[in-house]
């Protein structure tokens, strides 16, 4: 029997996958041209869909790139010229900051550390600031930030630009792109697909910004600049041979998740996900990480354990069921839970049943 994962990147895959690979070797994805007409389609596809999905706005921009990581680098290169802003409150977040400073940018920070931090209308954004970066969903310690707060940074900062990284949350994470000017997320994570691609999106502000920057000299990165990469998106295309067959198979489950409905896949993720929290609150030892219920993230749930993931997780895999370490220095003291569109109810009953039936 094959193992169900709940770890949160690279995670048990959409139920559909065989199928759509099946799918791909008899109409020949895996050799057809990146400049096809073929290929063109599956780009137009995979781009409507992702926005009909999120509620994208049609004059955003989306474009394909090699993970999340990359996204904040080629954001950072391509909008700031020489201070960004990042609220952090984990490692992602943090992660975004350094990125910042390896490409010898400025960037301020505002760490986040009590909940009562997390009211964004008391964040003090430094008037150099030329974008604001936001992890919504910080995977690292199952902190999840309100959209709505997001929201009052743009009332208050309206002429700033706003990034948001939705790895984690996204598609079930409710953002208002009016509001943001850039959000990303890799497929590997809610989308249930192997790793390898993220999508970017962004708006005509950022674009603009990419190219004062370019006019002025700035070093806005070579093939994947936000400007190569909207002048190819026009036409359907990447600058790059692109990773063909994670854009086709984005568009298939993109389009199996609009037929399902977005409010359908958030009822289901909010009730999974009111089941681990239920059930860890009431555990005897392990409880969830983030106290706070207005802060818990419905996607990425954190448990302390105390010391015992080790312990935890072989037990587990035994079991045929896979969970995740603690991120960083709390490898040992938590375990890390993935609840993704993909993941069904069955699975997170097996899950629990199985800590019912831990030996303490
Ligand atoms: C996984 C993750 C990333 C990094 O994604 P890659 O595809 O590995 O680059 C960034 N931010 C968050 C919140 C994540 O969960």
Same mark, same amino acid.
């Given at each position: 029997?094959?193992?169900?994962? %709940?770890?949160?990147?690279?995670?048990?895959?959409?139920?559909n996958l065989l199928e759509y690979l099946?799918?791909?070797?008899?109409?020949?994805?895996?050799?057809?041209s990146h400049r096809s007409s073929t290929f063109l389609g599956i780009y137009k596809s995979a781009v409507s869909q992702l926005k009909k999905l999120m509620g994208i706005p049609k004059s955003y921009h989306v474009f394909f790139l090699s993970s999340s990581l990359e996204a904040m680098e080629r954001i950072i290169e391509n909008t700031v010229f020489r201070h960004s802003f990042h609220i952090i409150n984990g490692t992602f977040s943090k992660k975004f900051y350094e990125i910042a /400073? /390896?490409?010898?940018?400025?960037? %301020?920070?505002?760490?986040?550390?009590?909940?009562?931090?997390?009211? %964004?209308?008391?964040?003090?954004?430094?008037e150099k600031a030329?974008?604001?970066?936001?992890?919504q969903n910080e995977t690292s310690n199952g902190i999840a930030i309100n959209p709505l707060q997001i929201n009052i940074i743009k009332d208050l900062y309206p002429d700033k630009l706003i990034a948001v990284d939705i790895v984690s949350s996204a598609p079930n994470v409710r953002i208002d792109f009016e509001k943001i000017d850039m959000a990303f997320f890799s497929v590997q994570k809610g989308f249930g697909l192997p790793a390898g691609q993220a999508a970017l999106v962004i708006n005509e502000k950022a674009l603009s910004k990419a190219r004062v920057?370019?006019?002025?000299?700035e070093r806005i990165g070579s093939y994947h600049? %936000? /400007?190569s990469l909207a002048e190819k998106e026009s036409i359907n295309q990447t600058p790059e041979t692109p990773n063909v067959l994670s854009i086709y198979l984005l568009s298939k489950v993109t389009g199996e998740f609009i037929k399902k409905g977005l409010k359908n896949i958030r009822r289901e993720t909010d009730r999974k996900a009111g089941m681990i929290y239920d059930y860890f609150d009431l555990h005897k030892k392990f409880k969830p990480y983030v106290n706070n219920m207005a802060l818990r993230s419905k996607t990425t749930i954190v448990i302390d354990v105390r010391g015992q993931s080790k312990k935890i997780i072989r037990y587990l895999k035994d079991k045929g069921i896979i969970v995740g370490a603690g991120y960083g220095e709390n490898k040992a003291n938590h375990i890390r839970i993935a609840n993704f569109p993909s993941h069904t109810l069955s699975h997170v009953k097996k899950l629990l049943s199985a800590f019912d039936k831990m030996k303490s």
């Open positions: 029997m094959k193992n169900i994962y %709940f770890t949160i990147g690279p995670t048990v895959n959409h139920p099946n799918a791909a070797s008899k109409n020949d994805i895996f050799s057809i /400073l /390896l490409t010898k940018k400025y960037p %301020f920070k505002k760490e986040l550390k009590t909940d009562s931090d997390y009211d %964004f209308s008391k964040i003090q954004v430094p030329e974008l604001i970066c936001i992890t920057l370019q006019k002025n000299g600049n %936000f /400007l």
